[in-house]
């Protein structure tokens, strides 16, 4: 079975601020990755599929890059609206152990 | 508009059965990758189980052999049959439809809780 690390696990930033989470497969996994949203309380969204795909209505702040088994998620400059857990999923399947980001 | 609304959750002893329901809205279930997730208290998200439109189904070996997905496509909807459940089966299950390689529509979750 494929498995899927994230880094870092948490992390706090202000806003304006560049943030880069990094996603790791353990075998090589073409472009099959997505990246999700997901606030307390609520079902995760999708932000970017296939890697580098902006999903419909979501800002350009956001963006993917990588394939292979080395995936990166940016957002480009920190919002309060941003504050949220973020998954890494290959497919339509496996999910990265995720990453907290808050607000410093 | 896309919406599933699941349905079926609730308190269970460990080695009881409980199936879950998602009904679908807006859209086919039988034409469409359809998933379940899971989401234990305070912690992160776990593939479940997915049913293809051509009705192959795939398990999580952690839920291998005591869970079954399925649908009714008369009712437009999809379930998730869980047996011999065990006290880390507890989560919310959300139901979620899959599009261009990735979950892209989600349920609201139902919980399932096991205890004694």
């Known amino acids: 079975d494929i498995q899927m690390t994230q880094s870092p696990s948490s992390l706090s930033a202000s806003v304006g601020d560049r943030v880069t989470i990094t996603c790791q497969a353990s075998q090589d996994i073409s472009n099959y990755l997505n990246w999700y949203q997901q606030k307390p309380g609520k079902a995760p969204k999708l932000l970017i599929y296939d890697a580098s795909n902006l999903e419909t209505g979501v800002p350009s702040r956001f963006s993917g890059s990588g394939s292979g088994t080395d995936f990166t998620f940016t957002i480009s400059s920190l919002q309060p609206e941003d504050i949220a857990t973020y998954y890494c999923q290959q497919s339509i399947f496996t999910f990265g152990p995720g990453t907290k980001v808050d607000i410093k | 508009e896309v919406q599933l609304v699941e349905s079926g959750g609730g308190l269970v002893q460990p080695g009881g059965s409980l199936r879950l329901s998602c009904a679908a809205s807006g859209f086919t279930v039988s034409s469409n990758y359809m998933s379940w997730v899971r989401q234990a208290p305070g912690k992160g998200l776990e593939w479940v189980s997915v049913?293809?439109?051509?009705?192959?189904?795939y398990y999580a070996d952690s839920v291998k052999g005591r869970f079954t997905i399925s649908r009714d496509n008369s009712k437009n909807t999809l379930y998730l049959q869980m047996n011999s459940l065990r006290a880390e089966d507890t989560a919310v299950y959300y139901c979620a439809r899959d599009k261009v390689g990735a979950t892209v529509y989600w349920g609201q979750g139902t919980l399932v809780t096991v205890s004694s």
């Open positions: 049913i293809y439109s051509g009705g192959s189904t």
